[in-house]
Every structure is written in C-alpha cells, then in structure tokens.
C-alpha cells in the first residue's frame, strides 16, 4: 500500500507553462485527505516552491518536501531542516576552477540567495531566468564567503553549448560529485550521494516507511534514482528514456494533467 507520493516540479507536476493543472491540484489534495503523505522532491530551494506549496495546502505540520535533490529534507510549515549534506569549501574552490576552465557561468545556491560567480566573460548565466524566486547576488570571487555552507553549484546555459561542455568534463569530477541535468540547460553539482533517493530515503526512515510504501513521479536525469528507489517509480511521458527505461509505470505528459491520471488510478479509493 502506497503511503507516500514524491513529486517533481518541472516537466512532471508543472505544465510547459510552470502552472500546476486543476485536475492535478485536485488530484494531490484528494491524495493528502485520504492520509497519503504528498512530498514535492525537487532540485529547488524551498524558497522557490512556496507559491506552488501553498496551493496544494502543503504548508501544514506534517507536510515535507526534498529540496536541493535531496540534499535537504525540510518541513514545509517551518522550513526546519530535519537532513541535510551541503558542499565542502574545497569542492566549492574546485568546481569554480572547472567552470572558469570550461569558461560558463557558475551559481552557488545557499538556502535562498543565488550567488552568481565571475567564471566567464563570455557566457552569462541562464540562472536568474530559470529560477527568478530567488535572490540573486552577483559576487566577485574575491568577496566570496567561504564560511556560509553551499548547498550545490549549478551551470545554467543554452543547451547546445552546456551539453558540448559536458563533455569536456574530466571524469573526476564524475567520480566525486553527483554531476546531473536537472533540465536540458541547468547542469547541478551536488556532493556525492545526494540525490533525490538519497534524500527520500532518509524522510522514510523518519516516518517509519519502507520504499515499497512509496511512489515517485519524474521525467529528469536528477530523477533517476528516486524512480529506481520507489515500489511505484512512474515516468511522465514526455521523460528522458533513461527514465523511462527504469520506470514500473509510464503516465501522460506534464501537459495531460500526468501526475494526475496516475494518481487517480493507483492512489484514490
């Protein structure tokens, strides 16, 4: 029996429009009122997913997201951070010498502010369009304050040139961080063995539940893992094969109310 449902945002819960559907809205509060547990899993801060929490009544004690692809686990009413694993300022310095190497904009998220680093002249960062919530502080690295814990560092860019920088990545850098594409232009770095399972994991150990108990619903490479972790992993339709390869379920697209039909049919009595 399902207990608990992990949810994305983007390209899952979110149509092309970044809007949550009625049907899906209605679909998640029917979950909620028979007791499921309804987590959004997500790569964002929990400062740039309150507007979409409080419109599915997830702002109540009880209610938890995973936040930073798993690298915190927070209640949703207080923000409390119940686990976390953030970045070592040494992992920090590193990956701001790859992005001045690969020549691309580097961010460093820390809770809700956005520090947008001078790694390149040529490239500016697709960052502050991709997650305008937050609080972006341009910061020369001089100025950078290397006692505030970074949760994970990201590069934002138009997809042709980020996936041919991807590349050129070392395979280090593979071996010790989670190097992950979020969405076809935002490559995240977080630290290694951070991951949306790894954060789901640690909230099911907190409220008693097995990972048969629970779903996820996904489409991204940063979903992977949470999909392989669930009794129930369901890709969305318009997923990446890897997803999909991975998935006991395939469901609509982000844009035919997806998370819903899934809902409906395996959650709501």
């Not at 686990?73 to 590193?94: P, Y």
């Not at 691309?104 to 369009?129: A, F, I, R, W």
Request: with cysteine; hydrophobic share 40%; glycine share 6%.
């Amino acid at each position: 029996m399902i207990k608990l449902v992990a949810i994305d945002l983007d390209g899952t819960l979110l149509n092309d429009q970044k809007k949550i559907s009625q049907r899906n809205q209605v679909a998640i509060e029917q979950a909620k009122a028979q007791g499921i547990k309804v987590v959004i899993c997500t790569g964002r801060p929990l400062e740039a997913i309150h507007p979409f929490l409080a419109q599915l009544n997830l702002e109540e004690p009880g209610d938890y997201s995973i936040t930073f692809n798993g690298g915190f686990v927070q209640k949703n009413d207080t923000g409390e951070v119940l686990e976390k694993k953030v970045l070592t300022s040494e992992q920090v310095k590193e990956l701001i010498t790859l992005a001045q190497t690969l020549d691309m904009p580097l961010d460093l998220l820390s809770g809700g502010k956005v520090y947008t680093l001078e790694t390149s002249t040529n490239h500016l960062s697709l960052y502050p369009e991709i997650n305008p919530l937050l609080t972006h502080i341009p910061t020369p690295l001089a100025d950078l304050d290397w006692q505030r814990p970074y949760n994970k560092a990201v590069i934002g860019y138009e997809q042709q040139l980020l996936d041919q920088k991807i590349t050129e990545i070392p395979r280090h850098f593979k071996e010790q961080y989670e190097v992950i594409k979020s969405r076809a232009v935002l490559l995240e770095f977080m630290p290694k063995g951070v991951t949306k399972a790894y954060g789901l994991a640690l909230l099911a150990k907190d409220l008693g539940l097995t990972a048969a108990e629970i779903m996820t619903i996904g489409d991204e490479e940063n979903d992977l893992p949470m999909i392989e972790y669930a009794g129930i992993g369901v890709a969305m339709a318009n997923a990446v094969d890897q997803v999909k390869a991975v998935a006991n379920v395939v469901t609509a697209s982000n844009e035919e109310d997806g998370v819903a039909q899934v809902i409906e049919k395996y959650l709501l009595k």
